[in-house]
């Protein structure tokens, strides 16, 4: 049998739908089918996923990282593990910075140790590049506006002096994507949540918001890791992508599409309490790169993904 596949962050948002990718790839061909190991946290209950094996793994813990990459010996990672939120990012700055950075020096320094040469998927993030009110290429400005980009910096970097040890990165700057199950403390998933609550009688018909001039892009999560999966499958060692469709939404536009599906009347209020220190007005990625190099564009449109995290949520509430 051939070295599993190995997802970190397995139980997570992108790592879940990775999973099912993973799976259902090895549904449609079983003799192309491959081990799938997901690690997920100490103390939680990871989702049931057919064909995957599940292993609980802190990647704080370098000890437990270094018997578990032993244990599995992975002929390809991808490493989804890590703290994701933006706006947390500002008061949990220790957190986001051991998780993302620290977490991954130990994932990277354990396939070292077992002298393992896996192909190594990195997902980095459009927050690490200077704002800008064009749409960014791979080669812009390295400057992350926020704690979280600066995490995300320094775990590429780490990435990809990786290469040298004799793994292969490949890494891809995902730009904002939802769907089904991602956090309600993410806007989009959050908006979808309080109206799928609103429907079902347990809160009062209004809609709390933050800032609706911002602008977006809503790439639905299939599609993201579907790029994940292209990148790693394709993509050039060392060589970012950006996991991006080009195309902005302001947040105000997400929210009246969902509040026009929803069943009963709902009232928008802005919250300037939920606006973020050094909100960037306008965040939209050049796809090019990944268009062209590697075929890969996003396919799912956003009428679609909000119809599913809506029907998501409200499959909660029942």
């Not at 010996?73 to 706006?87: D, L």
């Not at 320094?154 to 730009?175: K, P």
Request: with cysteine; hydrophobic share 40%; charged share 20%.
């Amino acid at each position: 049998m051939p070295n599993p596949i190995l997802v970190t962050g397995a139980a997570g948002f992108a790592g879940s739908h990775l999973l099912e990718l993973l799976a259902a790839d090895g549904a449609r061909d079983p003799a192309a089918s491959v081990d799938i190991v997901g690690w997920h946290r100490p103390g939680k209950k990871p989702p049931a996923v057919n064909g995957v094996r599940w292993d609980a793994v802190d990647l704080l813990d370098r000890t437990a990282v270094a018997a578990a990459i032993r244990r599995h010996e992975p002929g390809a990672v991808y490493h989804c593990a890590g703290a994701a939120h933006v706006g947390r990012a500002w008061d949990s700055v220790t957190s986001t910075f051991a998780v993302n950075v620290r977490g991954t020096h130990h994932l990277l320094d354990a396939l070292r140790a077992a002298s393992l040469s896996p192909v190594v998927f990195v997902p980095s993030s459009a927050m690490i590049y200077r704002p800008s009110n064009e749409p960014i290429p791979e080669d812009h400005d390295l400057v992350p506006p926020n704690p979280y980009g600066l995490s995300k910096l320094a775990q590429e970097m780490l990435a990809v002096r990786a290469l040298a040890d004799g793994i292969d990165v490949r890494i891809g700057r995902a730009f904002n994507h939802v769907g089904p199950r991602q956090d309600p403390a993410f806007a989009a998933s959050g908006f979808a949540r309080q109206i799928a609550e609103i429907e079902a009688g347990r809160h009062e018909p209004r809609i709390i918001v933050g800032n609706l001039s911002a602008q977006r892009e809503a790439i639905d999560v299939r599609d993201t890791v579907r790029a994940y999966r292209a990148i790693l499958e394709q993509g050039s060692s060392g060589r970012p992508y950006n996991v991006s469709s080009g195309r902005a939404y302001p947040v105000g536009e997400v929210v009246g599409r969902l509040v026009a599906k929803s069943r009963v009347p709902v009232h928008v209020r802005v919250d300037a309490s939920r606006f973020r220190p050094n909100d960037i007005p306008l965040l939209v990625g050049d796809p090019s790169r990944i268009r062209d190099e590697i075929g890969w564009t996003p396919t799912i449109p956003l009428e679609q993904t909000l119809d599913d995290m809506l029907e998501y949520w409200r499959s909660q509430m029942r």
